[in-house]
């Protein structure tokens, strides 16, 4: 289990990731309803379709992030996807893009330090982390530890994820389990892989992880 307070966890998942689908309908100009004759207006592509190519010969940074930053705004990509390019040797986004998308507020300070490989707090792991949960929700803990966020975060990433612990209301590694038997099968006993995973794609990609949905 590497310590997310010194070296962060650097998730390279095999899971598949989730395609997303971009519709584009266009109807004649001052046209108000379909034509009367035989016509298809509306095509659906892929992201892979609508973007890939573009990042495989696109090298320019600015270029890059505007390219991804319009993706994002309109859904056509989520942060999963974008890990998912980023690690792909043939794909040309740079780190540098990543940074600037992370200060725009469009991808998480999660994806931007793990793949910086930049030391994480508690913030940045808030969907799988809350130290008042992960305080009540631990009894043994609270006479060791007390209820100190500092080393409560630090109990989490050093010892918590490897045992299976519920820090958050939003993340419950034993129901991720029980609905997603495939990425058990990837990952078995590492519990510690479940935590990344959720943060990295299932959040994104709509992965229920908690009893309460």
């Not at 289990?1 to 266009?26: C, D, E, P, Q, Y």
């Not at 209301?169 to 510690?192: D, H, L, M, Q, R």
């Amino acid at each position: 289990m590497k310590n997310f307070s010194k070296k962060t966890i650097v998730v390279r998942a095999a899971a598949a990731v989730l395609g997303a689908a971009f519709a584009i309908t266009a109807l004649p100009a001052g046209q108000a309803q379909a034509a009367a004759y035989s016509s298809k207006y509306t095509t659906t592509y892929s992201w892979e379709e609508l973007i890939l190519p573009a990042l495989k010969k696109q090298t320019d940074v600015n270029g890059v992030y505007r390219q991804l930053k319009l993706s994002l705004q309109y859904g056509t990509l989520n942060e999963g996807n974008i890990r998912h390019l980023y690690e792909q040797s043939d794909v040309n986004i740079q780190l540098e893009v990543i940074l600037k998308l992370y200060q725009d507020g469009l991808v998480s300070s999660y994806l931007y330090k793990d793949l910086a490989n930049l030391p994480m707090d508690a913030l940045d792991l808030a969907p799988i982390f809350n130290a008042d949960y992960y305080y009540s929700a631990n009894p043994d803990l609270q006479a060791v530890i007390g209820n100190d966020p500092a080393r409560l975060f630090e109990h989490f990433v050093t010892y918590g994820m490897n045992e299976g612990r519920v820090a958050s209301s939003t993340f419950n590694i034993n129901c991720y389990k029980n609905n997603y038997p495939a990425i058990v099968a990837e990952y078995g006993a590492n519990n510690a892989s479940y935590y990344d995973h959720y943060m990295a794609y299932g959040r994104f990609e709509g992965r229920v992880a908690n009893k309460n949905k």
